[in-house]
């Protein structure tokens, strides 16, 4: 079965411009989380999509945004990009939302803007 | 407000002694704890739980203990060895009300052979 996967991998922005992040989850997984992974303050959650719906979310500012698809898939976006935005990005699926035990990560897509 | 604490950023211990990680957290709702290890360029993969009805889980050389009137966990190791080394995630959920998990900072282990 193959893994979560994530592209790109590596991306490099200019602030003030957006990015969207792509995430495939797990062939079955339903439920897809956003991670951001900063030196000093580990994981931070950023949101949960299942079934469409985004079902939770953390506290980060209205400049991050994700949806998912039908097929699960799920994208974020992070408009108006601010030098703090430099971070690893991971996303997780799991079969049931909110379980973290079940959470399979992909490998992460690398931010940096200069 | 960091709910989840590992204030150790970094562990260096001999192959084959015992490595011991430290997690402290601060929110008495929290009720299940679970331990992430990551490779460089790879995501974090999953290790071992345990729920806050219990104080001890074992999986092969993972152990972890909990302790609830402290709001401590630890992990130990042993015996270590080399391919342990990684950074180690601490983190704790709950399954009322906001089931988003908390990750602490992590700590580097590194296995010295």
């Known amino acids: 079965k193959a893994g979560v996967t994530q592209t790109p991998r590596y991306l490099i922005k200019t602030r003030g411009q957006q990015v969207t992040l792509s995430c495939s989850p797990i062939s079955g997984h339903r439920s897809v989380s956003w991670y951001q992974q900063t030196p000093g303050q580990g994981l931070q959650f950023l949101f949960e999509y299942f079934s469409e719906t985004q079902r939770n979310k953390g506290n980060f500012p209205g400049r991050f945004s994700g949806r998912q698809f039908s097929n699960s898939r799920s994208e974020m976006n992070v408009s108006t990009l601010e030098l703090g935005d430099s971070a690893l990005y991971l996303c997780?699926?799991?079969?049931?939302?909110?379980?973290?035990?079940?959470?399979?990560f992909g490998p992460g897509t690398r931010l940096t803007v200069t | 407000d960091q709910q989840v604490k590992q204030n150790s950023p970094s562990l260096s211990v001999q192959e084959g002694r015992i490595s011991i990680l430290n997690c402290d957290y601060t929110?008495?709702?929290?009720?299940?704890f679970l331990w992430y290890k990551k490779y460089p360029a790879e995501g974090p993969t999953f290790l071992i739980s345990?729920?806050?009805?219990?104080d001890k889980n074992e999986d092969g050389r993972f152990t972890v203990f909990l302790n609830k009137s402290a709001k401590h966990l630890s992990l130990h190791i042993v015996p270590s060895q080399p391919g342990d080394s990684a950074v180690y995630f601490c983190?704790?959920?709950?399954?009322?009300?906001?089931?988003?998990?908390?990750f602490g900072t992590g700590t580097r282990l590194t296995i010295i052979p």
């Open positions: 929110n008495s709702m929290f009720d299940y």
């Open positions: 997780a699926s799991s079969s049931i939302p909110g379980q973290g035990r079940e959470q399979y």
């Open positions: 983190a704790a959920g709950s399954n009322f009300g906001n089931e988003k998990l908390t």
């Open positions: 345990i729920s806050s009805i219990k």
